[in-house]
């Protein structure tokens, strides 16, 4: 039985010009996903009205701002996308607070291109899988 594809194939990801966006560049390349940068709070802001099916960003923001500034600002979204936060020192404690107020999954950096794709793909069939059982819960409420 094969899968249906994700739905909404963008990626936010909020990174400043370097090694990290280099990588996703890579790790995306070859795939259908569509990656939009953002580098500063602002700018996250005004690509998440595009509604992208994942959000990755590092653990602080260039503008001085971080991670959990901006999952808040997603929670304020009727569906906010999933929120995968980055760090080069991932750790046990990092990890349990990114699960804990909300966000999805804490890679490390340097990227490792499995742990990437499998991140993001789980992300969004979790997503979708939400909504369409909200839509089904919705359909039945009003049957």
């Known amino acids: 039985m094969s899968e249906k594809p994700i739905t909404n194939q963008t990626i936010v990801a909020v990174f400043p010009a370097g090694e990290d966006r280099t990588s996703l560049i890579s790790i995306f390349g070859s795939s259908k996903w569509k990656l939009q940068y953002a580098c500063t709070l602002r700018e996250t802001q005004t690509a998440l009205s595009a509604f992208p099916g994942v959000v990755i960003s590092g653990a602080r923001l260039p503008d001085g701002h971080s991670w959990n500034d901006l999952l808040c600002e997603m929670q304020t979204m009727e569906c906010p996308p999933p929120l995968i936060v980055t ?11 990114v ?11 340097p990227f490792d291109a499995k742990e990437v794709l499998h991140a993001v793909n ?7 899988d939400e909504h369409e059982m909200a ?4 359909t039945a ?3």
Do not use: H, I, P, V
């Open 122 to 128: 789980t992300a969004c069939r979790r997503t979708e």
């Open 99 to 109: 699960l804990n107020l909300g966000g999805y999954d804490l890679l490390t950096t």
């Open 135 to 138: 839509a089904l819960r919705k």
């Open 141 to 143: 409420a009003s049957a």
């Open 87 to 97: 760090d080069r020192l991932a750790d046990e404690r990092l990890w349990a607070e």
